[in-house]
């Protein structure tokens, strides 16, 4: 498939790609403040399962509308009136775009605002990078409605912020706003405008070499889910892999001859 075709299949997502290779995911449901039915969990796949191979050097994953994601679309949820084999089956291709997110390769900056709330938190926690903006929310009401979390909050939520937070956020509804979602990890940058934000620091992560941001964006997490001991070799095989590329001696070369920037504080 070509990046064209991929463009042209869309319904429920954009694609925008800039000159310098990143691109701009947009959520594209804002009536039903970007909820996710099976159809646009397709598109996640397709997209996702492609960016790195159609050149995609970071990614931005935005939405249209005043709302990122309210998370499953529970219209289509009742009307569907799903088996529980029917919804197993759903949750896991929810899985599967969302480990395409994580363990891709690409880096995935998501723009936040409004609401970030079940299903879409789960989204939103299979990024790398989390930007939110004063209006932003994140909640998870599955408790609330009689629900479980099926997008992978148990991983990923949980991973952010513990356990006993996220327990607390499904038995109680509890909502965190914008800047006590940060202070607990729910996102890393509060900005003023978040989109705005999201694109410069895909810009800047864009600049890194393609091999040392795959790395990144996928050896950490499958590190993670390993033994300490696995992980140590895992790390010492990607390093070898890395850090010799032959992309990288005239970075390297820069640094031995003080020419490249210093690491200072802002």
């Given at each position: 498939m070509?990046?064209?075709?991929?463009?042209?299949?869309?319904a429920?997502?954009?694609?925008q790609?800039?000159d310098?290779g990143v691109w701009i995911?947009?959520?594209?449901r804002?009536?039903?403040r970007n909820a996710?039915?099976a159809?646009t969990?397709?598109?996640?796949i397709?997209?996702?399962?492609?960016a790195?191979?159609l050149g995609a050097?970071?990614?931005?994953?935005a939405?249209?509308?005043?709302?990122?994601?309210?998370?499953?679309d529970l219209v289509?949820?009742?009307q569907?009136?799903?088996?529980?084999?029917?919804f197993?089956h759903?949750?896991?291709?929810w899985?599967e775009?969302?480990n395409k997110m994580?363990?891709?390769?690409?880096?995935?900056?998501?723009?936040?605002?409004?609401?970030v709330?079940?299903?879409?938190?789960?989204?939103?926690?299979a990024?790398?990078i989390?930007v939110a903006?004063?209006?932003?929310?994140?909640?998870l009401p599955?408790g609330?409605?009689?629900?479980?979390?099926?997008g992978?909050?148990?991983?990923r939520v949980?991973?952010?912020?513990?356990?006993a937070?996220m327990i607390?956020?499904?038995?109680?509804g509890?909502?965190?706003k914008a800047?006590?979602g940060v202070t607990?990890g729910?996102?890393?940058?509060l900005?003023e405008d978040?989109?705005?934000?999201?694109?410069?620091?895909?810009?800047?992560?864009?600049?890194?070499?393609p091999l040392?941001?795959?790395?990144?964006c996928?050896a950490?997490?499958?590190m993670?889910?390993m033994s300490?001991l696995?992980a140590a070799?895992?790390?010492?095989?990607?390093a070898g892999?890395v850090?010799?590329?032959?992309?990288?001696?005239s970075r390297?070369a820069?640094?031995?001859?003080k020419?490249?920037?210093?690491?200072?504080?802002?």
């Amino acid at each position: 498939m070509t990046l064209d075709q991929l463009i042209a299949g869309l319904a429920n997502l954009t694609l925008q790609v800039e000159d310098d290779g990143v691109w701009i995911v947009t959520l594209n449901r804002p009536t039903k403040r970007n909820a996710l039915d099976a159809a646009t969990v397709e598109e996640m796949i397709d997209v996702f399962s492609r960016a790195r191979i159609l050149g995609a050097r970071a990614i931005v994953l935005a939405a249209n509308g005043p709302h990122f994601c309210a998370g499953l679309d529970l219209v289509e949820h009742h009307q569907a009136d799903r088996s529980p084999e029917q919804f197993m089956h759903l949750c896991l291709r929810w899985h599967e775009a969302f480990n395409k997110m994580e363990y891709g390769g690409v880096p995935i900056i998501a723009a936040l605002k409004g609401a970030v709330v079940g299903g879409g938190l789960e989204l939103a926690s299979a990024a790398h990078i989390r930007v939110a903006d004063a209006g932003t929310y994140f909640a998870l009401p599955e408790g609330t409605r009689g629900l479980f979390t099926g997008g992978g909050a148990t991983i990923r939520v949980a991973d952010l912020i513990g356990k006993a937070r996220m327990i607390d956020m499904m038995l109680t509804g509890r909502v965190y706003k914008a800047e006590e979602g940060v202070t607990v990890g729910l996102a890393q940058y509060l900005a003023e405008d978040s989109l705005e934000m999201a694109m410069r620091l895909a810009r800047r992560a864009a600049e890194n070499l393609p091999l040392t941001n795959f790395a990144i964006c996928s050896a950490i997490s499958h590190m993670q889910n390993m033994s300490a001991l696995d992980a140590a070799y895992a790390e010492s095989v990607v390093a070898g892999v890395v850090n010799t590329q032959p992309d990288a001696r005239s970075r390297l070369a820069a640094f031995a001859g003080k020419t490249a920037a210093r690491v200072r504080p802002d």
